[in-house]
């Protein structure tokens, strides 16, 4: 597509429950990154795709998190027993190289878990 | 660390003043400099990139020099507009590396 497309823009969960979010990234971008907003605490890494290569899971903040990309293009970011600091946007990126060539970023998913 | 460190906001201005949003990081080599803008609503844009030390990234009349000797890149506009109202993000590539590193943002108002 055009841009990068994340589904749903607005999530409301309750405490506990599993939740899945969606991004499709710009076709041919072989790389895909997740980062977290949180207000107040600018951007935050998640993790990052690269190809058919293993995934940087650094960022991730707990084993609640885990992310895959299938087929190198869309990918799925999800949170387990969700948390109310879980509570965030949860912004895609897609580049066709390093971040030298500027990522291209989603609208987000703007999670709240009540 | 690396880090990134932006002047904190809100920041308001007047239709046509000049705007500077500080930007100073902390990181090993030659890192690529990115300012990164957020309209409400939105998702980030790019809005400007510098490469290598003294190369000026501009855009949309937004300006902003990487200086490594005082390690800064700070934005810069001669004639802010109400559609300038947003957030910027100050950020960084390692020489080599994949991951942007962010700063947390200031917040522009620009009243008429």
């Known amino acids: 597509g055009a841009g990068v497309s994340q589904s749903p823009s607005n999530k409301v969960t309750e405490k506990g429950k599993d939740v899945e979010l969606r991004c499709d990234p710009i076709s041919g971008h072989t790389a895909l990154y997740w980062y977290r907003q949180s207000l107040g605490q600018g951007l935050e890494f998640l993790i990052y795709?690269?190809?058919?290569?293993?995934?940087?899971k650094s960022g991730l903040p707990s084993d609640r998190f885990s992310a895959e990309r299938t087929g190198g293009s869309v990918s799925t970011l999800t949170i387990q027993r969700t948390q109310q600091e879980d509570s965030a946007v949860y912004l895609c990126?897609?580049?066709?190289?390093?971040?030298?060539?500027?990522?291209?970023f989603g609208s987000g998913t703007r999670l709240t878990v009540v | 660390g690396n880090s990134v460190t932006q002047m904190e906001g809100p920041v308001t201005l007047s239709e046509e003043a000049f705007l500077t949003i500080n930007c100073t990081y902390t990181?090993?080599?030659?890192?690529?400099l990115f300012w990164y803008v957020q309209y409400p609503g939105e998702g980030l844009q790019l809005l400007l990139k510098?490469?290598?030390?003294?190369d000026k990234g501009s855009n949309k009349g937004f300006e902003a020099t990487y200086r490594k000797e005082t390690t800064s890149f700070h934005l810069e506009k001669g004639s802010v507009q109400v559609s300038d109202s947003a957030v910027y993000f100050c950020?960084?590539?390692?020489?080599?590396?994949?991951?942007?590193?962010f700063g947390k943002g200031t917040k522009l108002s620009v009243i008429p």
């Open positions: 795709f690269q190809g058919n290569s293993a995934p940087d």
């Open positions: 510098a490469t290598k030390a003294d």
């Open positions: 990181a090993t080599g030659y890192p690529s």
């Open positions: 950020a960084y590539e390692g020489a080599g590396s994949y991951q942007l590193t």
């Open positions: 990126a897609s580049s066709s190289g390093q971040g030298y060539y500027g990522y291209t």
